[in-house]
Every structure is written in C-alpha cells, then in structure tokens.
C-alpha cells in the first residue's frame, strides 16, 4: 500500500522557517518525481515546487523561488521542503504527492501557519 506521510508544519512567526518531509511507503520512491502542492482556505491548490525522479532537477512557483527549497533523499525514501523568510500568504496546508509508473500519491497534508 502506498502511503506518504508529511511532517514538520506548524505555526512559525513572519520571516522564520519550517522544513517540512514526506516519507513515502509502498513504492519504489526513487522512481517517483515528488512535488509539494498547497491550498489556503478559499483558495486552489497549487503547486509550490517538484524535484524529477532521475536528475533530480528542480522547479518553483514564482511566489516561493529563492526561498523554498525542495530536496530529497532516495536512502530514506523521503522529501523535503524548506521553507525560509515565511510570510503570512505563505499559510496553508501543504501537501506531498508523489507521480510515476502511471500512477500518484497524496499525504494527508500538513498545516502551516505564519503569524505574528
């Protein structure tokens, strides 16, 4: 059963960081291109950053470039999205979701708030 579990998020202040993870069971995680996606109340979802299955190579939202960073490590089947100089627009639930060998996953999200 594949699963992805995300981790790290919470409440930080304006200007802090978080660094969230996703751990992934079930599947071969070194095949699967990794992206972070996150939805604010009343809002889309939408995709914050991705990291490729081989290269590794990365992409961002214009909104978030020069301060996330998303990485991973194929050894501990997990992902990661740091997050620095937070804002408060920067609060949502955020959520992992693996994509490969025609087939995706979804975490359960985690809440990040940013506020004073």
């Known amino acids: 059963q594949v699963q992805l579990v995300e981790s790290g998020g919470g409440l930080v202040q304006p200007g802090g960081s978080l660094r969230l993870s996703c751990a992934a069971s079930?599947?071969?995680?070194?095949?699967?291109?990794v992206r972070w996606y996150r939805q604010a109340p009343g809002k889309e979802r939408e995709l914050v950053a991705a990291?490729?299955?081989?290269?590794?190579?990365?992409n961002y939202a214009d909104s978030v470039k020069g301060r996330f960073t998303i990485s991973r490590d194929n050894a501990k089947n997990t992902a990661y999205l740091q997050m620095n100089s937070l804002k408060t627009e920067d609060t949502a639930v955020y959520y992992c979701n693996a994509v490969g060998n025609g087939a995706q996953a979804w975490g359960q999200g985690t809440q990040v708030t940013v506020s004073s």
């Open positions: 990291i490729g299955s081989v290269l590794g190579s990365t």
């Open positions: 079930g599947l071969t995680f070194s095949n699967y291109a």
